[in-house]
């Protein structure tokens, strides 16, 4: 059943935001109260904006490095505008630098907290990128899709963590979510389209579906304060919309997904990291104790270019042919 046809108590037409004290984002322990309330907001709207749960500091170390590098990127003639060049919008992920490798950036305590409670245990990391919005010469946007081309569970299997690093504002191109899509969309929801570019193959929602969804909850944009994390269903449906500053908009993006899923995709590193990543997988950089989890690293020697985490073919399916083939005979037909 699509998504825009479901009859029920739907989600308030409100982004759900749980702030995180200053005490309890220094600790990294998630108490039970924002446990609970993270975990009812991704059931019921599939989207949670964790207030105040990273340190502004590193997010302002890695804006000073990636704003300037953005524009640098976008005259690259290779360059991969994600829906067209028109959107202005890249890939750009974070730098692969020991100094600027932050653990409540790329594997944040508190959510992993969340992501283990309803994914089950040791969730895995399979995609370290980001979406960089760069001043759209246009007011043109993204069509509202879901970040899925496979067959998938209509249940949580995976989550975007995304991170701007610095506040997201309708001027610079807060992303527009479609609350509580998530519940009930299938692939078939989907149709392969050119969207506004001649000869742009892109993925959309049916416009049927946008209409009728939008009558009983109408999208909302992601507005959230520098410090924020948003915590998304990998099935929700969203658009990136124009910057229209001068200033690209950097917001990283980590997908995580539950262990069971044998998930395809990979994170390149350099070797020289490796020591760090599997402190954080120990916990022994923690006085707290520390929710198990995997990086899905591919350990390269000498200097990655981390934008090969970006590659266009990169994909978030099952590498398991029986978990594929489970879910392949039930989307949108029960």
Request: proline fraction near 7%.
């Amino acid at each position: 059943m699509p998504a825009a046809d479901v009859e029920r108590r739907g989600p308030s037409c409100v982004i759900p935001r749980v702030h995180i004290p200053e005490d309890v984002r220094k600790s990294g322990s998630c108490s039970e109260a924002i446990l609970g309330k993270a975990l009812g907001h991704l059931h019921q709207s599939g989207i949670v904006v964790l207030q105040n749960a990273v340190d502004v500091a590193h997010l302002d170390a890695l804006n000073a490095l990636l704003t300037p590098e953005a524009n640098v990127l976008a005259l690259e003639p290779k360059q991969h505008f994600n829906f067209g060049v028109h959107t202005g919008n890249i890939n750009q992920g974070p730098p692969l630098l020991e100094g600027l490798m932050f653990r409540d950036v790329w594997a944040n305590p508190l959510v992993l907290s969340i992501l283990s409670s309803i994914l089950g245990p040791n969730p895995v990391l399979h995609y370290a990128q980001g979406n960089t919005a760069l001043k759209s010469g246009s007011e043109l946007r993204q069509p509202v899709h879901s970040d899925i081309d496979f067959h998938h569970p209509l249940f949580p299997f995976s989550f975007v963590v995304n991170t701007p690093l610095v506040d997201m504002t309708e001027e610079n191109g807060a992303t527009e979510v479609w609350l509580g899509t998530h519940a009930s969309t299938s692939i078939r929801d989907q149709v392969l389209t050119t969207d506004q570019v001649k000869g742009v193959p892109v993925r959309a929602i049916l416009p049927g579906l946008l209409q009728r969804r939008r009558a009983v909850c109408p999208p909302v944009r992601a507005f959230v304060p520098k410090g924020s994390i948003i915590i998304r269903d990998l099935r929700l449906w969203h658009a990136g919309m124009p910057n229209r500053t001068e200033t690209p908009r950097v917001m990283l993006a980590f997908v995580w997904q539950a262990s069971w899923w044998k998930g395809t995709g990979v994170v390149r590193l350099p070797l020289s990291l490796q020591n760090t990543v599997r402190e954080w997988e120990r916990g022994n950089d923690s006085a707290e104790p520390v929710t198990s989890f995997r990086v899905a690293a591919e350990w390269l020697e000498g200097s990655v270019g981390r934008q090969r985490n970006g590659d266009v073919d990169t994909s978030l399916s099952s590498s398991d042919a029986a978990v594929i083939g489970v879910f392949s005979g039930f989307n949108g037909n029960t």
